[in-house]
């Protein structure tokens, strides 16, 4: 064992007695192996030194290597990863016609047993592309509109009908000149209007299948309509909506804002939160908006995150009227977001 600065620590590093916060929080546990970011976080805590496991422990144990032993995949991320090609081959054979409903909805079923593992603040896909932006977007908007269907309370028989509407909400994307959908600029207004197409041509690429049933369908065609009548296609309002399809735009919004896209970056999943909740007044049904800050915002104190002025601190007290906007300590000072409001949550670092 060797004690050793954090400013000489380097990436691949083994940590050999938990690090604790100066509150007594543990920030890392013995075992860890260091990274790049791991270091940064250990400099904003001010964290002295760490033992580390020493050279000459290493070359004792004869039997121990020097790389990470490979750990088998997590059963979500594997169910994941087999969604995420099923829904490539879906999208791109001959273009979404006649989708394999009972392939999808099996592999779907086998993803959501280990629905426990996702975190929707937090999770990122292992592996991004921006060319498969439109099925990762899928598959994370199928589960989110899973949970928040079950937070709303809606019986059980809705809770897969919803994820699927959720998975196959932009199917009409496949028949979409792809030009449109990766062009890393402004669309100009035609495109916009031949973009918006992908809710109708959705809709037909499902109506006649049997087994799903309509507010799934609807889902496809009602994702971009608002309580106000100001979406699109068919400028419906509020009871003209179906319930699915108003869950299934707020997950939309969300990761559609959360994510790299051609032509926009990602935004910080707090500050979309916040656009979420003004939203709600006239564009989205508030009791959902509500409900889902709320759950995916439930975070036990101790959280890390980092600010967007790259401050790092930890979640000390959540006030539930500001769910957005905790306080954070950083380093003995206290800061309330809900009154600093130049300041917001850029990213979640450890849960």
């Known amino acids: 064992m060797a004690t050793v600065p954090v400013s000489l620590l380097k990436p691949g590093e083994k940590i050999l007695d938990n690090v604790q916060t100066k509150r007594g929080s ?10 790049d970011k791991d270091i940064e976080i250990l400099r904003a805590f001010l964290i002295p030194t760490v033992s580390i496991e020493s050279k000459s422990n290493e070359q004792e144990n004869v039997k121990e290597t020097t790389e990470e032993p490979v750990r088998s995949a ?3 991320i594997t169910e994941y990863d087999k969604m995420l090609a099923l829904l490539r081959k879906v999208f791109t054979s001959v273009g979404g016609q006649n989708p394999p409903i009972l392939e999808i909805r099996t592999q779907l079923e086998a993803l959501i047993q280990h629905i426990d593992h996702y975190r929707i603040l937090t999770f990122e896909p ?13 598959i994370m908007v199928s589960l989110t509109s899973y949970c928040l269907a079950k937070w709303s309370g809606l019986p059980s028989k809705d809770l ?3 994820a699927l509407g959720g998975l196959l909400h932009d199917i009409g994307n496949a028949k979409v000149d792809q030009a ?4 890393p600029n402004k669309l100009t207004a035609d495109e916009i209007e031949e973009m918006k197409q992908h809710t109708v041509i959705g809709y037909n690429l499902l109506k ?3 087994a799903i049933n309509e507010g799934a369908k609807l889902c496809a065609l009602q994702h971009h309509e608002r309580e106000d009548g100001s979406g699109y296609p068919m400028g419906s309002k509020g009871d003209k909506i179906h319930q699915y399809s108003k869950i299934v735009a707020i997950a939309d919004i969300f990761h559609a804002m959360t994510s790299v896209r051609y032509h926009k970056k990602a935004v910080s999943r707090y500050l979309v939160l916040d656009q979420l909740f ?3 007044f006239g564009k989205l049904e508030p009791a959902l908006v509500q409900t889902f800050i709320q759950k995916v915002t439930e975070f036990h104190n101790g959280v890390l995150v980092k600010l967007n002025d790259n401050r790092i601190g930890e979640i000390v007290f959540t006030d539930r009227t500001h769910p957005t906007r905790p306080w954070i300590n950083i380093n003995g000072q206290i800061i309330n977001l809900s009154i600093e409001r130049s300041l917001y949550i850029q990213d ?3 849960k």
């Open 26 to 35: 543990v920030l890392f546990y013995k075992g860890k192996v260091i990274t």
């Open 74 to 76: 997590h059963p979500f």
């Open 126 to 138: 292992k592996v991004f592309h921006l060319q498969d932006y439109i099925y990762h977007n899928s």
């Open 160 to 162: 897969m009908p919803v």
């Open 180 to 183: 449109i959908l990766s062009k």
């Open 208 to 210: 006649n299948v049997t």
């Open 278 to 280: 003004n939203e709600s």
């Open 348 to 350: 979640v670092i450890q």
